[in-house]
């Protein structure tokens, strides 16, 4: 989804789903925003980890 006509999409689609007006000015820094987002979500994403990894605990003060 790096392609920026699609991520423009996403990003009108999603502003307008949350009643979220964003000025067309801003569009370009919403965009950069995103696509570093997606890049760190991949990442984390094709983190292998072993099966035998266990979640971590919660704690509770």
């Known amino acids: 989804m790096s ?23 801003w569009k370009p820094a919403v965009r950069a925003n995103l696509e570093v987002s997606l890049k760190l979500a991949r990442m984390v994403d094709e983190f292998p980890l072993p099966d035998e990894t266990e979640p971590a605990s919660v704690f509770r003060a």
């Open 3 to 25: 392609d920026p006509t699609t991520l423009d999409s996403y990003i009108d689609a999603l502003a307008a789903a949350l009643g979220l007006p964003i000025d067309p000015a």
